[in-house]
Every structure is written in C-alpha cells, then in structure tokens.
C-alpha cells in the first residue's frame, strides 16, 4: 500500500502542478483581455473627441466664411436702389462691423476656441495614456508568452488547452515610415 501511495504521489503532485498552470494561464489570459480593452476604451475616447474637435472646426470656418462673403457683398459694391434699401443696407453694415469688433475684442474669449484647446490637450492626454495602456497590454502578453513555454508543466497545459503565443501590440509600418519623416 505504501509503495502504491509514494508511487502514485509524483502523479498526483503533477495533476495540481497542471490545475494550477491551468488557473495561472487563465488569470494571464483575463489580464490579458483587461488591457486589451482599456486600450480600446482610450482609443473610443480619443475618436470622439477627434469627431467633436471637427465638428467645432467645421462650424467656426463656417461662420468665419459667413462673415467673410458678407464683408465682400458689401465691399463689391452692391448699391442700395432706395432710401429704405439704404437704411437697411447702413443697418447691416453696422450691425457686421459690430459683431467683427465683438468677436476680434473677444477673440482669445472665443468659447469655441477655448473649446478647441480643451479638446486638443484632451487628445494629448489620451494619446499618452494609450501610450502607456499599450505597454500594459505588451507587458501582459510578454508574461503569457514566457508562460506558455515554460517547461514542462504550463507548456503542457497550454498545448492541450490551445493555447499559443500572442502577438503584441505594434505601431503601423506606414506610421513608423512617417514619424521618421521619409513620407510627409
């Protein structure tokens, strides 16, 4: 019964080595997704700031072409045929030069360009934090590579279970080419 006992035991200690590679692979494979998906969330972030910085832009270049075409119809001569044509004509070239006089008074005040800085120092701060949520995320997968190779116990476990190493997170040869200013 002993000699049955002690042979049996290294079966039995290499039974809870594998459950337990298994647990670690698993609890890797959770951290894994973790930081997988806190990249994607800054990078959801970031696109919608992206989205609203254009939508300011599209407006304030809209208003500023507004403003613009106006100076240049009055500018370009449009004569006014009546008095009461006149009157109006007076009433909106004061009125344009008014709101001219207001927003260059106003012009570092300007809500949207305010708005605008805010946004871009919000991109900013996202492109660092997904900076550093992608080393996260290589760190992590690193570990699983190491773990899934690891002799004799986790790689036994990986290879029955599927499992087989992850490829990190890397920059796009074409962004690589263009921080290096070969393609501007």
């Known amino acids: ?18 459950v337990k590679a298994k ?18 969330n ?3 972030k970031k696109l919608a700031i992206i989205q609203d910085l254009v939508k300011i832009v599209d407006k304030s270049i809209d208003f500023d072409k507004s403003t ?10 449009s004569t006014p045929q009546s008095g009461a044509q006149l009157n109006e004509y007076a009433q909106n070239v004061d009125k344009l030069s008014r709101n001219i006089n207001i927003a260059l008074e106003n012009y570092p005040n300007l ?23 992608r080393e996260v995320y290589n760190d992590s997968v690193y570990m699983w590579n190491r773990m899934v190779y690891r ?13 087989t190493t992850m490829i990190p997170f890397t920059a796009d040869a074409d962004v690589i080419e263009r921080a290096s200013g070969s393609v501007l």
């Open 111 to 133: 809500e949207s360009h305010r708005h605008i800085e805010d946004l871009m120092q919000q991109v900013k701060y996202l492109n660092s934090e997904i900076v550093a949520a």
């Open 42 to 44: 800054y990078y959801q």
């Open 151 to 163: 002799w004799p116990t986790m790689m036994i476990v990986a290879a029955k279970n599927g499992y």
């Open 1 to 18: 019964v002993i000699v049955l006992v002690v042979g049996a035991l290294p079966g039995i200690i290499f039974q809870v080595k594998k």
């Open 68 to 77: 613009y075409e106006a100076i240049a119809a009055y500018r370009g001569g």
């Open 23 to 40: 647990n670690a692979l698993d609890t890797q494979m959770q951290k894994i997704q973790h930081d997988a998906s806190l990249v994607g």
